[in-house]
């Protein structure tokens, strides 16, 4: 299987974002050049929120998007943009419907991994890591519930602006005694 990197919240085109979450001057650019870590051969995961454009535009964004599948997790504002709807993407997930992740190398100690656009759409409990956007930068990157589950925020303001590979995330939940910091 190839490597899967996610990402979310990344509100192409979408002007009001940048005050909203204060991102810094020239954010679409940065998230641009920041896919470019995403191998040619890999699976990229748009945890929803992908642009706020003209229908006519979007199918420039899907070109662009890195990665050899791509699968959408739809966001609130991805129903109305129509997204789902663009040639490129090789599964949509419906807004409020969950994914299920599957990590590449599956043994009996690989945690069960499901994603959403908001976090508030997880039954409770329903897997070991939860992976959401949809909150910016109200919640916190991860962050461990009572019962020992890991709950991911993927929103870009959250990363740097820098999509995530899962291997990463897969780390933090094999080694939670370890304090991890934002990777750079």
Request: hydrophobic share 40%; aromatic share 10%; charged share 25%.
């Given at each position: 299987?190839?490597e899967?990197?996610?990402?979310?919240?990344?509100?192409?085109?979408?002007?009001?974002?940048?005050?909203?979450?204060?991102?810094?001057?020239?954010?679409?650019?940065?998230?641009?050049?920041n896919?470019?870590?995403?191998?040619?051969?890999?699976?990229?995961?748009?945890?929803?929120?992908?642009?706020?454009?003209?229908?006519?535009?979007?199918?420039?964004?899907?070109?662009?998007?890195?990665?050899?599948?791509?699968?959408?997790?739809?966001?609130?504002?991805?129903?109305?943009?129509?997204?789902?709807?663009?040639?490129?993407?090789?599964?949509?997930?419906?807004?409020?419907d969950?994914?299920?992740?599957?990590?590449?190398?599956?043994?009996?100690?690989?945690?069960?991994?499901?994603?959403?656009?908001r976090?508030?759409?997880?039954?409770?409990?329903?897997?070991?890591?939860?992976?959401?956007?949809?909150?910016?930068?109200?919640?916190?990157?991860?962050?461990?519930?009572?019962f020992?589950?890991?709950?991911?925020?993927?929103?870009?303001?959250?990363?740097?602006?820098?999509?995530?590979?899962?291997?990463?995330?897969?780390?933090?939940?094999?080694?939670?005694?370890?304090?991890?910091?934002?990777?750079?």
């Open positions: 299987m190839s899967t990197w996610l990402i979310s919240d990344t509100h192409f085109g979408h002007a009001n974002i940048g005050r909203y979450c204060s991102r810094p001057e020239g954010w679409e650019e940065l998230i641009w050049k896919l470019e870590a995403v191998p040619a051969g890999a699976t990229l995961i748009h945890l929803g929120d992908v642009a706020l454009l003209p229908r006519r535009e979007l199918a420039g964004v899907m070109s662009r998007l890195p990665g050899r599948e791509k699968v959408l997790v739809e966001g609130n504002h991805d129903k109305r943009s129509r997204i789902r709807s663009v040639p490129g993407w090789s599964k949509v997930v419906r807004y409020g969950l994914l299920e992740v599957q990590p590449g190398d599956l043994d009996t100690h690989s945690p069960r991994i499901v994603a959403c656009h976090p508030t759409d997880f039954p409770d409990p329903l897997a070991d890591i939860f992976l959401f956007g949809h909150v910016h930068d109200t919640r916190p990157m991860w962050e461990w519930d009572r020992g589950y890991l709950w991911v925020n993927l929103c870009v303001e959250r990363w740097n602006y820098k999509p995530v590979p899962l291997s990463f995330i897969l780390d933090v939940w094999s080694s939670p005694h370890v304090t991890w910091r934002n990777p750079s």
